[in-house]
């Protein structure tokens, strides 16, 4: 094998070699990353409920609340509810977002649940929408960035497939309306609610956490070039010698 061809060969294995140790890298960062928001998720969504003026305070410091356990008491507004599309135990309907308003006048956009499709229309679940104050037990979840493949969402048709909090609190309450709104999601815990919908209960805590086995895929494909280069080489040389 001639001497240019060699150095280019060798340059090629080494970039390539040192780009899939990188991704492997990159891949134990990641995975040191997800344990430590794994174990947070645990410890924040196992403790106590905090109170509304405490997770409010939370928001304010430094805007991280989420998975906050908060206890809130107040009225839904049941004529303000927003859906947004979701899948539950394979069947497609919407979470329920529904205001709810302290005594206070704090608003809080409170995900109740999901419902199936065919139950989207308040009228279909009547016992569900319920006008007494009630205490809420929920999850604070922050708002949504959509990713590049999110569908739009459609406020003129109540269709929403991104939690955009601005935007839903905006077509609740036209105007100024949303000075009083939390920055913040609640997610309903699973509770009994009169004719059984909405569901709560449906924030995904258990968090895939690939990124170990993605790091030894990455490891495995730079000792495989760069054996396969070390036998190549070998191979020429003896070819050399002959």
């Not at 294995?13 to 780009?19: D, K, S």
């Not at 329920?96 to 308003?101: D, E, F, R, Y």
């Not at 406020?155 to 105007?175: C, E, I, T, V």
């Not at 309306?177 to 609610?193: H, K, M, Y």
């Amino acid at each position: 094998m001639e001497a240019k061809g060699l150095v280019g060969l060798t340059a090629l294995t080494a970039c390539t070699v040192a780009l899939l140790v990188g991704l492997g890298v990159w891949q134990l960062q990641r995975l040191t990353w997800k344990e430590g928001l794994i174990a947070r998720i645990e410890t924040r969504s196992k403790a106590a409920p905090m109170t509304l003026d405490r997770a409010l305070a939370a928001a304010r410091t430094n805007g991280d609340v989420d998975y906050m356990r908060v206890k809130v008491e107040g009225r839904f507004l049941n004529d303000k509810e927003r859906y947004l599309y979701a899948l539950a135990d394979g069947a497609v309907g919407w979470d329920v977002i529904t205001p709810l308003k302290t005594a206070q006048g704090d608003i809080l956009l409170v995900n109740r649940g999901f419902v199936p499709a065919e139950l989207r229309e308040p009228s279909s679940r009547p016992l569900g929408q319920t006008e007494e104050q009630v205490t809420v037990t929920a999850l604070a979840r922050a708002p949504d960035t959509p990713a590049a493949f999110t569908p739009d969402n459609d406020p003129a048709r109540n269709r929403w497939f991104w939690r955009d909090l601005s935007g839903m609190a905006a077509s609740m309450f036209p105007g100024d309306g949303t000075a009083r709104v939390a920055p913040f999601f609640l997610d309903a815990e699973l509770s009994e609610v009169p004719g059984g919908w909405p569901r709560g209960g449906q924030t995904r805590l258990d968090l895939p956490n690939n990124h170990l086995q993605y790091a030894i895929t990455w490891f495995i494909f730079a000792l495989a070039i760069a054996m396969i280069y070390v036998v190549y080489v070998r191979s020429k040389r003896r070819e050399g010698l002959r």
